[in-house]
T-cell receptor, first 109, second 114 residues
Framework: RKEVEQDPGPFNVPEGATVAFNCTYS??????FFWYRQDCRKEPKLLMS???SGNEDGRFTAQLNRASQYISLLIRDSKLSDSATYLC??????????FGTGTSLTVIP | DAGITQSPRHKVTETGTPVTLRCHQT?????MYWYRQDPGHGLRLIHY???????DKGEVSDGYSVSRSKTEDFLLTLESATSSQTSVYFC?????????????FGPGTRLTVL
């Protein structure tokens, strides 16, 4: 079983739509969780960390459900510039991070 | 910008030749990582380093070796490149800030083995 699993999509949504991505992880002892954004042919960039209480950064909201071992990312009022691949990342323990394969989002005018 | 550079950015080589990729950081981070990224697999850890001369294997280390003789440089070597090592290679550092550990990535090296 993979450490981190994501729906690869693609998600094609119109501008202004709300879209949500989910990710599941296998290690119940995992401590830290993140969402990264990766544009085509570029490096992954940290979008936001995910905290137990949930957190929001502008149009982006991240949630953690430890009981069900999943994290989510909600994007409200989608912009064309949100088109990218979103990577779910988990740090179980120690210093090795595990990455999902990514969910592709295209925002359509 | 975490001050990470990678060189070369693009390389085409032939099967059986040795290849060395370089990752350089300017902010004195202790931990450095090498990943490869392939369609359908996401980012997979090759090797990582937790200090000068201290390295450990990751999930896909076969066919790769690393060295870290200085804090700022982490080298990845393919002793004898194979076509299955055609990939995009990313270096990363671990940033520790107020107890929170996050990774930041270099711009990547696109390697093609013919």
């Amino acid at each position: 079983r993979k450490e981190v699993e994501q729906d690869p999509g693609p998600f094609n949504v119109p501008e202004g739509a709300t879209v949500a991505f989910n990710c599941t992880y296998s290690n119940s002892a995992s401590q830290s969780f993140f969402w990264y954004r990766q544009d085509c042919r570029k490096e992954p960039k940290l979008l936001m960390s995910v905290y137990s209480s949930g957190n929001e950064d502008g149009r982006f909201t991240a949630q953690l459900n430890r009981a069900s071992q999943y994290i989510s990312l909600l994007i409200r009022d989608s912009k064309l510039s949100d088109s990218a691949t979103y990577l779910c990342v988990v740090l179980p323990t120690g210093n090795q991070f595990y990455f999902g394969t990514g969910t592709s989002l295209t925002v359509i005018p | 910008d975490a001050g990470i550079t990678q060189s070369p950015r693009h390389k085409v080589t032939e099967t059986g030749t040795p290849v060395t990729l370089r990752c350089h950081q300017t902010e004195n981070h202790r931990y450095m990582y090498w990943y490869r990224q392939d369609p359908g697999h996401g980012l997979r850890l090759i090797h990582y380093s937790y200090g000068v001369k201290d390295t450990d294997k990751g999930e896909v280390s076969d066919g790769y070796s690393v060295s870290r003789s200085k804090t700022e440089d982490f080298l990845l070597t393919l002793e004898s490149a194979t076509s299955s090592q055609t990939s995009v290679y990313f270096c990363a550092i671990l940033n520790r800030d107020r107890g929170a550990d996050t990774q930041y990535f270099g711009p990547g090296t696109r390697l093609t083995v013919l």
